[in-house]
């Protein structure tokens, strides 16, 4: 496979979808930003200053979990700031540093959390359910964006599999659908399409029950030892570490197991480029860029990131490959 020596110089417009790089293009416009801002007084010219700037973050609690040795990892970690800086959540802004700057406000207690469907024992669960029905882990994974970025984060949580057998799944369970919060009033990313990037809100994911069930799916609580910061899904979000990153959906408040394959956000935003399994495999190049090489992001910043290999199934082969078995994994990256 040739890989374009230039990859790391991708603009916003090659790394996300058409129509979402026009609709960033629309609201600075709106904004009455670039030039035409040297018009503006110097109350206003402050006032947008004052926008920018870096909120005060929220604070973050300790949490009490073990580190199983099965996932330990002596690769080197992603630095805490960014993780928590650098981050696609378009509930808050379409630009990577929006989310930590729009999500400080963000109420994440009280929460629920439902777990319904084809199960034998629908739950509804608060956050101090959440927090103490399983006993909590840390585990180090592997991130891989479908923008060819990655990272290295010690999350906290449980497997998803630990929480979707105390609602009794039945035989008729086939898929899980996730939903993310909808409430524009915390997300301004929600309010019109405009903001949002295109995305008709709430945000949804899917997997299989067999992904769902398998030993490496997490629910994160937490990174760092502490409580997931707004901006990366607080107070709770899926971690799939094989698959690409836009599969781990944040802040979710509804977890349905379905008969029938649910829909998923990117892949009807743009099904010709974000499919319904989204394996990380770099055999199959997005239909804009390579997929071969990824940016492992460091202590520099992203363009001095170094870039490594991409491994198929993001190196989790082993214990996730027999779920494709049959598959044409040409045509499900």
């Known amino acids: 496979m040739s890989i374009d020596p230039k990859i790391w110089r991708l603009k916003d417009n090659q790394v996300t979808p058409e129509s979402v790089f026009k609709a960033r293009r629309q609201i600075v416009k709106a904004m009455g930003l670039g030039v035409g801002a040297m018009g503006l007084s110097s109350q206003v ?5 004052d926008w920018f700037k870096a909120p005060e973050p929220q604070a973050l609690a300790d949490l009490s979990f073990s580190q199983p040795q099965a996932y330990v990892s002596d690769e080197i970690l992603t630095p805490f700031d960014k993780v928590s800086q650098h981050n696609n959540f378009y509930e808050f802004g379409t630009d990577k540093a929006d989310p930590a700057r729009n999500a400080q406000s963000f ?20 956050y101090d359910d959440l927090m103490q029905s399983i006993p909590l882990e840390e585990r180090v994974y592997r991130l891989r964006c479908v923008e ?33 919060l909808y409430d524009p009033n915390q997300m301004p990313g929600q309010k019109s399409r405009l903001m949002g990037g295109g995305i008709d809100y709430p945000y949804v994911e899917g997997l299989t029950i067999e992904e769902a069930m398998n030993p490496l799916t997490f629910i994160a609580v937490g990174l760092y030892g502490k409580t997931l910061p707004p901006q990366n899904g607080a107070p709770v979000r899926l971690v799939v570490p ?4 836009f599969k781990s959906i944040k802040s979710v408040v509804n977890i349905r197991l379905t008969e029938r394959r649910p829909p998923t956000t990117w892949n009807q935003l743009a099904p010709h480029e974000y499919g319904f399994y989204a394996n990380v495999n770099p055999e199959v190049d997005h239909p804009r860029w390579s997929q071969a090489t990824e940016r492992r992001i460091g202590e520099g910043g992203l363009l001095s990131a170094k870039r490594i290999a991409t491994l198929p199934f993001n190196g989790y082969g082993e214990q996730v490959a027999h779920l494709y078995a049959g598959l044409d994994l040409r045509r499900n990256y």
């Open 242 to 245: 094989w698959k690409y990153g």
């Open 148 to 180: 060819a970025w990655s990272m290295v984060i010690p999350w906290v949580g449980f497997p998803l599999a630990a929480l979707l057998k105390k609602a009794d799944p039945t035989g008729s369970a086939k898929y899980v659908a996730f939903e993310t």
């Open 45 to 49: 010219q402050a006032s947008l200053l």
């Open 107 to 126: 109420q994440t207690n009280p929460w629920q959390l439902k777990v319904e469907g084809e199960v034998g024992s629908s739950l509804t669960l608060d």
